[in-house]
Nanobody, 122 residues
Framework: QVYLVESGGGLVQAGGSLRLSCAASGRSFSLAHMAWFRQAPGKEREFVAAISRSADRTLTADSVKGRFTISRDVDKNTMYLQMNSLKVEDTAIYYC???????????????WGQGTQVTVSS
């Protein structure tokens, strides 16, 4: 099993940057596809980005393409989300997820972290 803990969230002004981290414990990290999702108040959970277990494929939502970059460090059992040019509409709780199936649907991921809050002010 993989256990996930997010960090790096906070308050930032529009146009600023943050880097989120997702630390994974368990020997299965290198075998899992990983992804970031987010959920804003009153809205449904939204896919942000995904990275394959070997890090040879990434998938990014159109809403963040060109601004957010997903990566992973297998040696450190950690996944990252570099967020640049942040907008007020990026405000949400960001969750990392791990699973055996590659894709952008939340149902494909069986393990989830508790989330980290990102707030972007105007």
């Amino acid at each position: 099993q993989v256990y996930l803990v997010e960090s790096g969230g906070g308050l930032v002004q529009a146009g600023g940057s943050l880097r989120l981290s997702c630390a994974a414990s368990g020997r299965s990290f290198s075998l899992a596809h990983m992804a970031w999702f987010r959920q804003a108040p009153g809205k449904e959970r939204e896919f942000v980005a995904a990275i394959s277990r070997s890090a040879d494929r990434t998938l990014t939502a159109d809403s963040v393409k060109g601004r957010f970059t997903i990566s992973r460090d297998v040696d450190k059992n950690t996944m990252y989300l570099q967020m640049n040019s942040l907008k007020v509409e990026d405000t949400a709780i960001y969750y990392c997820a791990a699973g055996d199936i590659w894709g952008s649907s939340g149902g494909m991921y069986g393990r989830w972290g508790q989330g980290t809050q990102v707030t972007v002010s105007s």
